[in-house]
């Protein structure tokens, strides 16, 4: 087709849409979403779950294909078939939707009712079970590890550390109150398990 023609057509398809004068909620996309919570059955009842993940290449990505993949992406599509495995003929289906955010916001948002599952490798603590339900682990016995730089001396007691400054991910804590004494007792408990295997290696 002429690039006159074209240019014509595009002119008069803008001229039609201009001439129907849509309204701005028309024309729209709407990506917001009302905050519900309920059980399984309301959200079968509902057609879908969504399931709070954090983006990474280990639970949930998107390849360049477009292709969602994942450790939390593959466990709740394996959710989804055996839930629907149970349901009778006629009965809706359950959609497993993923709606990828930061770690800070994973347990805000499923508390605020913008998500029904936190599909993510969280570790279970008493204040975290005072607000929210978990599944059996799928770990135990997960030991953190402190990480210094190439030029920092060596790390055998909390005291080692005085009047150095201390970095904590925001992200793994900010669903918690962490107070300077919880951080620190961590803090020692990971320099224990370090001088706890120098003396095991040969």
């Known amino acids: 087709m002429p690039g006159a023609m074209r240019a ?3 002119i008069g398809l803008l001229a039609t849409l201009a001439g129907t004068a849509l309204s701005a909620d028309q024309l729209a996309i709407t990506l917001q979403q009302q905050p519900w919570s309920g059980d399984l059955d309301g959200m079968t009842q509902r057609g879908y779950l969504r399931v709070l993940v954090p983006y990474s290449r280990t639970l949930y990505f998107v390849d360049l294909g477009g292709t969602q993949r994942g450790l ?17 003929p ?11 955010v930061s770690r800070a916001h994973l347990l805000p948002m499923l508390m605020s009712g913008q998500g029904d ?14 607000v929210v339900d978990f599944t059996v682990p799928a770990a135990r016995g997960v030991n953190e ?4 730089g190439p030029g920092a001396p060596p790390l055998a007691t909390l005291d080692d550390l005085a009047g150095r400054e201390i970095f904590v991910s925001g ?6 109150a962490v107070t300077p004494g919880q951080m620190f007792q961590r803090v020692e408990t990971a320099l224990r ?10």
């Not at 939390?72 to 009778?88: I, P, V």
């Not at 006629?90 to 990828?100: A, C, H, K, Q, S």
Request: overall charge positive.
């Open 90 to 100: 006629g009965e809706r289906r359950l959609e497993v939707v993923f709606i990828p």
């Open 145 to 148: 590890i402190i990480v210094t």
């Open 8 to 10: 014509w057509m595009l």
């Open 72 to 88: 939390s992406y593959d466990f709740m599509r394996a959710f989804e078939d055996s839930h629907n495995r149970t349901l009778g």
């Open 171 to 176: 992200a793994r804590t900010v669903e918690i």
């Open 193 to 202: 398990r370090v001088a706890a295997c120098r003396r095991v290696r040969p």
């Open 117 to 130: 599952v936190v599909a993510a490798d969280l570790t279970v603590t008493p204040e975290r079970q005072k």
